[in-house]
Each structure stands twice: as structure tokens, then as C-alpha cells.
């Protein structure tokens, strides 16, 4: 719903008096990988100024205010993430501000930090399985996943580095095109993947592959989803284990 819309005021009022909902607040998510603070600075100061229309309108007093995600990670070098740490205090100082200026009663609030609590914490290893040359000069390297278990490069351009996980000491100088193998020319994990020269068998792993990973995976091609395993420095434990054919078929009344 807009707040710049009559009849949103009006479903918040009759939303406070049906007896069917118990009316707490507002929530708002303006987007993801915001890398500027100003954006979240401004989003509490457009909802708090809400609160008081919706105070100063009809009276009602907003308990909960939900302030969403969006907090910018880094999946790249050229990525600056947020730092939570220095920001979210700066957020509340701002929440502060507002509801002193405004006369409002402080809200309880909320933040929905999806992806800054597990992106950098995955990595999704593969072995690469073959390269090819093609006529132009474009170096390909293909890897035993595809956009099933890595969507976000060809849903949204999203941009990723890997590395070579027994050879993170050569230098990187060979670019590449880090294909899967669903068959489709949209397949690609890494547009220019920037490694040391590879080997048909070496393992390769993406970065910061914690979030939006998994949880977007796909039978595309009705290919197989991997093992997820979870490690720190006392444990290596399983949480999904790889797909098989008859996982795959479990559905299928054949
Ligand atoms: C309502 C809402 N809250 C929070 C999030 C988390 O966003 P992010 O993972 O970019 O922080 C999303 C993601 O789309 C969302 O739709």
C-alpha cells in the first residue's frame, strides 16, 4: 500500500476498528543491496512523519514500526558493504530524532536483515568439468552446477568472484566465462571470472553464495540439487543432503 494514498489511511482505520485484527504498525522494505545509509535514514523519517498523519488523522497510535532489509553485502571487491555495526545505531539515533521532533511515541522496531546475516557465510564449491575456445577468442569453463543452484547472474546480472580452492596462491590472470550445464545460453554463473589458468578436475568455489542461493535452487533441466553442509572450526555437519534420481522421481506416478 501507498502512503501517498488516501485510501491507505482509510484500511489502517478500519483495520484498527475491526475486531477481527489487532492493528500494531507499519512495515516498509525499500529495496536490497543498499549500500548508502542515507536511503534507510530517509525511509525513517518518510514512515515517522506517517505515524504523525496517521496520529494527527485518526488517532491512532502505531506500536511497531518494521524498518525491512536491504542492508548491502559484498559479493565483489567493487562492493562496499554496509557496516551494520556503525549504521544501525545511527538508524536508531535517527528514529530518536524524528520522534522527539514530531511528538510521537516511540515504536518498537524491527529490521528484517535477510541476506547481511548469511551471504558471505556460503560458498558453493564445484569441478570444473570442461573449457572451450570459441572462434572469437572467448574463454569458457564449465562446472558441474548451473543457474539451478545459482540463479541471481542470469535473473538479475548479479555479480560474483570465484577461486580455485587448492591454487588461491598462483596469480589470477586468465578471464573467464563460468558456465553451467543446464544447456541454455543464459547459463552462466560468473560473466568474467578472473582465475589462475584452469584444469579440467579442479575445484572451484563462488563466493558469497550463503543467501538466495539454496533457497532459490531448481530442478531446471530437472538436474539435481547439492549437499549443503555446514562447517566451523569444531564441526562439519550435513544439512541437505545431495539429491538423488529417486529423490528427483519421488513425485512422479509413473
Ligand atoms: C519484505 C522483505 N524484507 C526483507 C527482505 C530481505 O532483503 P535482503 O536480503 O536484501 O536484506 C526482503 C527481500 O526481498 C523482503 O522482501
Known amino acids: 500500500m501507498s502512503i501517498f494514498s488516501d485510501e491507505t489511511l482509510d484500511l489502517i482505520k478500519q483495520l484498527n476498528q475491526n475486531e477481527q485484527f489487532d492493528f500494531k504498525g507499519l512495515h516498509c522494505h525499500i529495496g536490497s543491496q543498499i549500500f548508502d545509509k542515507t536511503s534507510f535514514i530517509k525511509e525513517i523519517q518518510a514512515l515517522l512523519h506517517y505515524v504523525k498523519r496517521i496520529f494527527d488523522e485518526k488517532g491512532i497510535i502505531v506500536e511497531v514500526l518494521n524498518l525491512g532489509g536491504g ?63 570459441t572462434l572469437s577468442g572467448k574463454e569458457y569453463v564449465f562446472v558441474d552446477g548451473s543457474m539451478a543452484d545459482h540463479i541471481r547472474t542470469a535473473l538479475y546480472q548479479a555479480k560474483y568472484e570465484a577461486a580455485l580452492v587448492d591454487r588461491m596462491d598462483e596469480t589470477a590472470d586468465y578471464h573467464y566465462t563460468l558456465a553451467g550445464r543446464a544447456c541454455e545460453s543464459g547459463d ?45 572450526e569444531e564441526a562439519i555437519r550435513l544439512v541437505n543432503k545431495r539429491e538423488t534420481y529417486e529423490d528427483l522421481l519421488t513425485q512422479d506416478r509413473l
Open 71 to 133: 542492508f548491502g553485502v559484498q559479493y565483489t571487491v567493487a562492493d562496499q558493504a554496509l557496516d551494520l555495526e556503525a549504521t544501525l545505531p545511527q538508524l536508531l539515533d535517527t528514529v530518536y530524532t524524528e520522534v522527539l521532533n514530531l511528538n510521537l511515541q516511540l515504536p518498537k522496531i524491527i529490521i528484517e536483515p535477510g541476506r547481511s546475516i548469511v551471504a558471505n557465510a556460503g560458498i558453493t564449491a564445484y569441478t570444473i568439468g570442461a573449457t572451450k575456445k
Open 188 to 232: 552462466i554463473l560468473i560473466h568474467d571470472c578472473v582465475l589462475p589458468k584452469v584444469e579440467i578436475n579442479d575445484i572451484l568455489c563462488v563466493f558469497s553464495t550463503g543467501a538466495y542461493h539454496y533457497s532459490m535452487s531448481s530442478h531446471y533441466n530437472r538436474l539435481l540439487k547439492p549437499a549443503v553442509i555446514f562447517v566451523n
